[in-house]
């Protein structure tokens, strides 16, 4: 009964969430000449940004946690709670899910979890040079996300001859927020990212930044030296 309940406030708020659509624009950070004001309106907007995110998808998690449970002690989940969850695998592209493999179910608590603000704010502020960029300004790429379509997005000016990718355009802010943490929670490249993710939840730590994004060397052409850049920039900004 007391699973059941939780189910369903886990239920609930995750409606509120998906229909709240915070109201604030972009700051034009370009506009700040005081160097210190524009990191500060740049960490306060993506604080705010990232929390309400990562808050919707911790619900979702625990949500799954909670049938994950329900269906352990009980092996008695109902056929929209089982349709839920393959609607959250299919979201983060587990295929053929089914609740009583091991290993699928393990991969999709994998996946569902949040990324800490700490990392994705350092790694805006780099790739977008605070907001500057005339990626962030033209299209909201503050994560400096590429597609391969021609006409996908924005072609760099100092694209090499023989490359095809493209930078992402995106609507706004929240879905370039929402891809970047997707591609973490889904790409290959950052299964490691995945893993040490769920070793800190076991070992009931909070999640931290400084320490997942040694996972992410592959993120940039910059490989190890992209790392100690991160870190520099969550330590000089007291991000944790």
């Known amino acids: 009964m007391a699973i059941m309940f939780a189910v369903l406030i886990v239920v609930m708020a995750l409606w509120f969430l998906t229909r709240y659509v915070p109201e604030d624009s972009i700051p034009s950070f370009a506009g700040y000449y005081d160097v210190i004001e524009r990191k500060d309106a740049f960490i306060k907007f993506f604080e705010n940004k990232s929390r ?39 979201e983060y592209e587990v295929d053929n899910f ?81 891809d970047f943490i997707h591609t973490l929670n889904t790409n290959a490249s950052y299964k490691a990212f995945r893993k040490l993710r769920l070793n800190q939840r076991i070992s009931g730590l909070k999640l931290s930044g400084y320490s997942l994004i040694a996972q992410l060397k592959s993120y940039s052409q910059m490989g190890k030296k992209y790392i100690k850049i991160v870190r520099k920039v969550i330590k000089d900004n007291n991000l944790e």
């Not at 625990?62 to 393959?86: C, F, G, R, V």
């Not at 790739?127 to 500057?132: L, Q, R, V």
């Not at 033209?138 to 996908?152: A, L, R, V």
């Open 52 to 90: 309400i995110i990562n808050n919707a998808i911790a619900l979702k998690r625990q949500k799954l946690l909670l049938l994950y449970d329900k269906e352990a002690s009980t092996n008695n989940i109902t056929t929209a709670e089982i349709e839920w969850l393959k609607l959250l695998a299919q």
């Open 98 to 178: 089914n609740i009583d493999d091991k290993n699928k179910r393990k991969e999709l608590s994998l996946r569902v979890d949040e990324v800490p603000s700490s990392m994705l704010i350092a790694q805006a502020a780099i790739e977008s040079a605070w907001g500057t960029s005339r990626f962030a300004k033209e299209g909201n790429n503050f994560f400096g996300m590429w597609c391969y379509d021609m006409g996908c997005g924005m072609v760099p000016k100092r694209r090499d001859s023989d490359k095809n990718h493209e930078v992402k355009k995106y609507n706004d802010v929240e879905t370039a927020i929402t």
